[in-house]
């Protein structure tokens, strides 16, 4: 059984740039949720993907947009950048929207300079 | 709508003690609890869930937690730390609105500090 896989682990951007984080399900697993995690601070829901259809979204704005593709991987996109979304970036899967139990990946620490 | 909140940022105990972390929810409907650990630079690892079956729930590394109705609490405890159980806890209720996301709330985390 693999877990839950991210990539990269970090990165860094120049704010008004675009970034694409991706994220490997675990095995079985048809849910992908995304949340953000600031310095000092829990993590935040930003969306859901189920069964590739977004299944529920935070209080986000429009240019953090995401993907899930017919293996139930994920992709995270975030277009023009700012300072304060530099944060560690958590992936989730789960089975079926996950009210049991979800699996974290280590997190795309993301830098905005 | 639900909300966590965790009573103390850090709490810092001797190694051999008594830990206890402090979770207070939010929710007008029957909540699904969990406490996640994250160690430095890492992602969450579920420490262990309730989900409205026994109110004592064990999890791992010798945690669990009691939940009650009555005070709206799901406070984690462990009667003897190890220097191994530093690390960030959190505390999260499951949100089962009317979006059916299973999305996790997060409380804003308490740093366990265990001393020599």
């Known amino acids: 059984e693999t877990g839950v896989t991210q990539s990269p682990t970090h990165l860094i951007k120049t704010r008004g740039q675009q970034v694409t984080l991706r994220c490997s399900s675990q095995?079985?697993?048809?849910?992908v949720s995304w949340y953000q995690q600031a310095l000092g601070q829990g993590p935040q829901f930003i969306f859901q993907?189920?069964?590739?259809?977004?299944?529920g979204r935070g209080n986000f704005p429009p240019r953090f947009s995401g993907l899930q593709f017919p293996n139930y991987s994920s992709e995270l996109n975030v277009n023009a950048l700012e300072l304060d979304d530099s944060a560690l970036y958590l992936c989730?899967?789960?089975?079926?929207?996950?009210?049991?139990?979800?699996?974290f990946g280590q997190g795309t620490r993301l830098t905005v300079v | 709508a639900q909300s966590v909140t965790q009573l103390g940022s850090h709490v810092s105990v001797s190694e051999g003690a008594l830990v206890l972390l402090r979770c207070n929810y939010s929710s007008s409907v029957p909540p699904y609890l969990f406490w996640y650990v994250q160690y430095p630079n890492q992602g969450l690892q579920l420490l262990l869930k309730y989900t409205s079956a026994a109110t004592l729930v064990k999890g791992i590394n010798g945690f669990e937690a009691e939940f009650k109705k009555s005070e709206t609490s799901f406070h984690l405890t462990k009667p003897s730390a190890h220097m191994s159980d530093a690390a960030e806890y959190f505390c999260?209720?499951?949100?089962?609105?009317?979006?059916?996301?299973?999305?996790?709330?997060f409380g804003q985390g308490t740093t366990l500090q265990v001393k020599p």
């Open positions: 993907y189920y069964r590739e259809e977004e299944n």
């Open positions: 999260a209720v499951s949100d089962q609105g009317s979006s059916n996301t299973g999305k996790l709330i």
């Open positions: 989730a899967s789960s089975f079926e929207g996950g009210y049991t139990e979800a699996f």
């Open positions: 095995s079985g697993h048809n849910t």
